[in-house]
């Protein structure tokens, strides 16, 4: 779930860095934007305030040109700084305001060559109609009343009036004065040629760059950059309402985007914590466990270690038993040998073999659980024809306990042979049947019924004696386990384990079920391989 | 994991706004706008502004480089060698000859006050200062070399280096080098000269200089000599009221002014008209350096564009007010 989660994760992070690159040149820069519109703004209050200037200076309001420069320079910039497009402006937009600002830059430079034109005669016109006042003063006192000087004085009249308006037959009269003038300065004294040349040369400015000028400021107010710039505005604006437009969406498709990497972020960390509550869980109880466990190990180390001691000192015990009997016998056939009987020899000879024999068989079945607890006890299974063998057994047990007529024994009265192990089922049977002579009283029975049908072999053994504890019950089949009622009754807590392994290795299964007092049974069954006929 | 891959992303879709940059700044704001500049423009002249907002540290380098030869292509002249101090930002010849140099075609016009300068060059065809470095780096009368060499030669000096690096963050490159040049140069004003002082209302012009002040306006002469540099604000014909090349047979290619420049016919013998400010500093007069006194200079002026013939006293009375339009550079009477 984790890893479909996180999978999700990165698949919408994966979309929002893929559609947050997608619409990059979609963005909108506003700052540029707003920039970009205020510097529209201002190229259109600079071509008219260009023109004002203009003005001003062609009226003699304005006395120098720095205005018309300032202007000029900054509608200059302004063009330039046009040319830095938003990056949303593109396609047919920008190519209008591309094509407007070209066309503008054209009037630009038209109008400002008019301009430099206008400026430089319009400072000649200016400083003649400044001078010709002062040239009126300066005229000789004889000569304004002759007719020269009054032909001067109405030509300055004339060209000042020529200020307000052209006319042409004023412009007429002011060309025949001045070719009067010009004829009659051969005829004047010295002392009035100089004024009356510089007189004519003013007037002849005026009268030349008067309607030139007053033309170059028409020219200029003419060429109307304004119609192209509003043309901008509009594509701007329209290019600028498109592109809002696409962002606000982009912006949407992004924010959710956003908010789902977000929420699938936010899922991940919730299995995770999940799953890491779940972990810790398990954890606690793999470690109660763990420790339950390491408790019954010690538990059974303890119980094992105590077995240990008790089968040291049992051993000791049940060795000493034979021994002090082979040691007494031994001394007394050592010291009395000679006097004694051949009979009274006989029987203690009779008791050392026992008690060698006992030891030997003792020996036998540590021997023998030794090799089951580390697995090297060898099942081999033979043709065994079972109610003779069991009889041998039955035999064996007699002669080493002379209680055989204890004994009731019910065969399967069959004589067709199983596979067994013999080895094996002779340590089963001799346990089972010692335990039941040993731990009953000697008047009552022992009963050793065999069965067997065509899927197993089954054994029972009863006895009538002490019985087992229930508490021992289920350490029966333990090594070294021996029950608590067993008194002085020797033994080594090896028969049954024995027991339990001789089954097992052939598939069986033992069961007990006993009664303190009354009795107990030992069922065994294995499963029956019939052997060749 | 996610949570990081998280972050990334929201630092994307928060990042899509911001300014875009553009390129290197190669053209130059002049003439500066000014608010000492005459509001109501009724009076045709005007006080300069004391200072001028510049980036220092780049007036600073600018100033070292305006004194460094290696900026010339043969390592041989800097650009203070044609713009002296002591000579109004000019260099007191007619035309310029240096050792290995062709002459200057022209008498080179004072660097002082560009920042107010509407055009530059006497032919007033190059549209601003970088134009004017350019101009003065590539010819060979001059500078004689190219940006790209001068910035390679001062490359090798590991200050310079430094320094760049320390103001651009491309370092040492032509564009760079030009534009602190050009920055330099616009930073060389000339404020409170008498006459500017006079202006504010400080001190009191003599009867002479006043009176050459008002011959200055009322025969015209402020009808181009103008504005808040006296002059440097448009374009004129040398030689209105007479013709000032009468009689010539050696004009030259800049004799013709703008004409030089365009082709144009209405162009021919129209000049920048120069700015007056220091001018009694840099001597000599006109674009072929033909007048060495200012008062000649100022009766061939009233002359020929006045059409007026001024006597002594009243050219020396001219040339008294001239006087007083010289300033003070960085901080000192020049």
């Known amino acids: 779930m984790i890893r479909r989660v996180d999978a999700i994760t990165v698949l919408f992070s994966l979309g929002l860095i893929g559609f947050s690159f997608w619409s990059w040149p979609r963005r909108i820069d506003e700052r540029a934007s707003e920039r970009y519109e205020r510097q529209l703004r201002t190229l259109l209050a600079l071509d008219f305030r260009l023109n004002a200037e203009v003005l001003k200076a062609r009226s003699g309001v304005s006395a120098h040109y720095d205005g018309i420069v300032q202007t000029a320079a900054a509608r200059k910039r302004a063009y330039r700084e046009l040319r830095r497009f938003p990056s949303f402006l593109q396609g047919r937009a920008e190519s209008e305001i591309r094509f407007q600002l070209d066309e503008g830059e054209r009037l630009r430079l038209e109008s400002e060559r008019l301009i430099e034109r206008f400026k430089a005669g319009n400072a000649v016109l200016r400083n003649s109609l400044r001078f010709l006042p002062v040239l009126a003063a300066e005229l000789d006192p004889s000569s304004r009343t002759s007719e020269r000087g009054s032909h001067a004085t109405q030509l300055i009249r004339d060209v000042l009036l020529l200020q307000s308006w052209q006319d042409a037959a004023l412009l007429a009269r002011i060309a025949s004065e001045m070719d009067w003038l010009r004829t009659a300065i051969d005829a004047a004294p010295a002392t009035e040629t100089a004024t009356l040349t510089t007189v004519l040369a003013h007037a002849r400015i005026v009268h030349e760059h008067t309607p030139r000028v007053q033309a170059l400021t028409r020219d200029i107010l003419a060429i109307d950059g304004t119609a192209g710039t509003q043309t901008m505005m509009a594509a701007f604006t329209r290019s600028h309402q498109a592109a809002v437009e696409v962002a606000g969406a982009d912006s949407v498709i992004r924010f959710a985007l956003a908010m789902a990497v977000l929420a699938a972020a936010a899922g991940s960390v919730m299995f995770r914590m999940r799953r890491g509550s779940e972990l810790l869980r398990g954890a606690k109880a793999e470690l109660e466990r763990a420790v339950a466990s390491l408790r019954f190990e010690q538990a059974r180390q303890k119980e094992l270690s105590d077995l240990k001691s008790k089968f040291v000192s049992m051993v000791s015990h049940q060795f000493r038993t034979p021994l002090s009997v082979i040691m007494s016998s031994t001394e007394m056939l050592e010291a009395y040998g000679d006097r004694w009987s051949d009979e009274k020899k006989q029987e203690h000879f009779g008791r050392l073999r026992y008690e060698a024999l006992e030891m030997s068989r003792m020996l036998d079945a540590i021997l023998t659980i030794g090799t089951h607890e580390k697995g090297l006890l060898k099942f081999d299974p033979r043709p065994l024809e079972i109610d003779p063998f069991v009889g041998d057994v039955l035999a064996a047990v007699g002669d080493a306990t002379g209680q055989r007529n204890r004994v009731v024994f019910r065969g399967t009265g069959r004589k067709d042979p199983v596979l067994a192990d013999p080895t094996l089922l002779r340590h089963m049977l001799e346990n089972l049947l010692t335990n039941a002579l040993k731990y009953s009283s000697n008047d009552t029975d022992v009963e050793l019924t065999v069965a067997r049908d065509d899927n197993e072999l089954r054994f029972e053994v009863n006895d009538h004696g002490i019985g087992i504890d229930g508490d021992d019950l289920r350490h029966l089949f333990e090594t070294f386990y021996r029950g608590r009622n067993v008194g002085s009754v020797s033994g080594t807590g090896l028969g049954l384990s024995i027991v339990r392994g001789a089954v097992e290795l052939h598939g069986g299964q033992v069961a007990v079920r006993s009664q303190p007092d009354v009795g107990t049974s030992f069922m065994i069954s294995i499963p029956c391989v019939r052997g060749p006929i | ?334």
């Not at chain 2, 600018?62 to 292509?73: A, K, N, P, Q, T």
């Not at chain 2, 000269?193 to 003599?206: K, N």
């Not at chain 2, 006043?210 to 002469?221: I, M």
Request: aromatic fraction near 8%.
């Open chain 2, 1 to 334: 994991m996610s949570r990081g891959i998280l972050l990334v992303l929201l630092g994307v879709a928060c990042a899509t706004e911001h300014d875009a940059s553009f390129g290197p700044q190669t053209t130059f704001a002049t003439p500066f706008a000014t608010q000492e500049a005459p509001a109501s423009g009724d009076r045709a002249l005007a006080a300069l502004p004391q200072r001028l907002t510049l980036d220092a540290p780049k007036v600073e380098l600018g100033g070292r480089l305006f004194r460094d030869v290696r900026v010339s292509g043969d390592s041989h002249l800097a650009c203070i060698d044609c713009h002296a101090f002591d000579r109004g930002g000019a260099n007191g010849q007619a035309h310029s000859n240096f050792p290995g140099r062709k002459p200057t075609a022209v008498n080179i016009p004072s660097l002082f006050n560009s920042a107010f300068n509407f055009r530059f060059g006497w032919a007033g065809n190059l549209e601003d200062i970088g134009q004017q470095l350019d101009a003065a780096m590539e010819s060979r009368a001059a500078m004689g070399g190219t940006w790209d060499d001068a910035s390679v030669r001062l490359a090798s000096d590991a200050r310079v280096r430094r320094e760049f690096e320390h103001l651009y963050p491309d370092g040492l490159t032509p564009i760079n080098l030009r534009e602190v040049l050009a920055i330099y140069s616009l930073s060389l004003i000339t404020p409170n000269s008498r006459f500017d002082r006079s202006l504010r209302g400080e001190l009191a012009l003599t009867a002479d200089e006043q009176h050459g002040y008002g011959l200055f306006r009322d025969y015209g002469c402020v009808s181009c000599h103008q504005g808040i540099n006296v002059g440097g604000n448009m374009l004129q014909r040398f030689g209105v009221m007479r013709d000032y090349f009468e009689g010539r047979t050696d004009l030259t290619a800049a004799d013709q002014g703008l004409f030089s420049k365009t082709g144009r016919e209405e162009d021919r013998y129209v000049f920048r008209v120069p700015s007056l400010r220091n001018v009694a500093l840099t001597a000599p007069y006109f674009h072929d350096g033909s007048k060495e006194k200012l008062e000649d200079a100022v009766t061939a002026m009233a002359s020929f564009q006045l059409g007026r013939d001024l006597d002594a006293n009243e050219a020396g009375q001219i040339a008294a007010f001239l006087r007083t339009l010289n300033g003070e550079l960085q901080g000192k009477p020049l």
